[in-house]
């Protein structure tokens, strides 16, 4: 889990920099751009596996996010208690027992995943310390059945 701390470092910066929510079509189009920037920035350096550019690129693009949250008028404590559940929902996607495991990606390779309804998907489960992930075949980890969606938190 992030330090909350270095989100609160960026809000309070852009604030000592006179960074406010304006609601015009004008900040947020700057705040599409300055996003595309430093991401353009992170993938030329994953590109080139270089690691500075791409520490860099990652920790500005945080910076720009946290810019368009305030862009968009969206406060540091509004963004904290989301992000909170969306951990929170995150940490439910692991399976907490093999047979959960195996239902879960059997759920997925009939299309009968409550989250995925007719969509055929497959993929594993693997023993992960004392949880069981579920990936796609890509290594893209999946949802439990048990999964507890962001908005019910």
Not at 58 to 79: C, H, T
Not at 112 to 139: A, L, M, T
Request: glycine letters at 8%; charged letters at 30%; proline letters at 1%.
């Amino acid at each position: 889990m992030t330090d909350s701390r270095y989100i609160k470092n960026i809000f309070d910066w852009l604030e000592t920099g006179g960074i406010k929510y304006e609601n015009t079509p004008e900040q947020k189009l700057l705040g599409l751009n300055i996003l595309k920037e430093e991401y353009d920035e992170l993938v030329t350096g994953l590109i080139n596996e270089d690691r500075e550019e791409i520490l860099d690129g990652a920790v500005d693009e945080v910076w720009m996010i946290v810019n368009n949250l305030i862009f968009n008028g969206i406060s540091y404590d509004e963004f904290m208690e989301y992000f909170q559940k969306v951990a929170m929902s995150n940490w439910s996607k692991f399976c907490s027992t093999q047979e959960i495991a195996e239902e879960t990606v059997k759920a997925y390779q009939s299309g009968g995943h409550w989250d995925k309804p007719g969509v055929k998907i497959e993929c594993y489960w693997e023993q992960v310390g004392n949880v069981y992930v579920i990936k796609r075949n890509d290594g893209k980890i999946l949802k439990s059945i048990y999964y507890t969606d962001v908005k019910s938190i």
